[in-house]
């Protein structure tokens, strides 16, 4: 098993920029392929970013292509989500995810969760 815990919400400007990172413990990170995925109030919770095991091949939401990116570093047990340009519409709590399918946009195809981290874009 692997256990996720998020970190690096908060409120922010529209416009401006967050860094969410994800650190796992239990087997290494490395096993994985990760997503980030959101859910605001009244939402079914959706796909931002994905980043297979290698590191090598990412997938965004249209909503988020140019200015997020995921990343990540095995070494560090971690997982980031770089938000640039953020928007009103950009709020909401963000998950960090595991699973076991590189690119994978759906939530059920991922295992373990983290707790969210509350992200907040004032207009």
């Known amino acids: 098993q692997v256990q996720l815990v998020e970190s690096g919400g908060g409120l922010v400007q529209a416009g401006g920029s967050l860094r969410l990172s994800c650190a796992a413990s239990?087997?290494?990170?490395?096993?994985?392929?990760m997503g980030w995925f959101r859910q605001s109030p009244g939402k079914e919770r959706e796909f931002v970013a994905a980043?297979?095991?290698?590191?090598?091949?990412?997938k965004y939401a249209d909503s988020v292509k140019g200015r997020f990116t995921i990343s990540g570093d095995n070494s560090k047990s971690a997982v980031y989500l770089q938000m640039n340009s953020l928007k009103p519409e950009d709020t909401a709590v963000y998950y960090c995810?595991?699973?076991?399918?590189?690119?994978?946009?759906?939530?059920?195809?991922?295992?373990?969760w983290g707790q969210g981290t509350q992200v907040t874009v004032s207009s």
């Open positions: 995810a595991a699973g076991s399918i590189n690119g994978a946009i759906s939530d059920g195809s991922y295992g373990y």
């Open positions: 239990g087997r290494t990170l490395s096993r994985y392929a």
């Open positions: 980043i297979s095991r290698s590191g090598g091949t990412t």
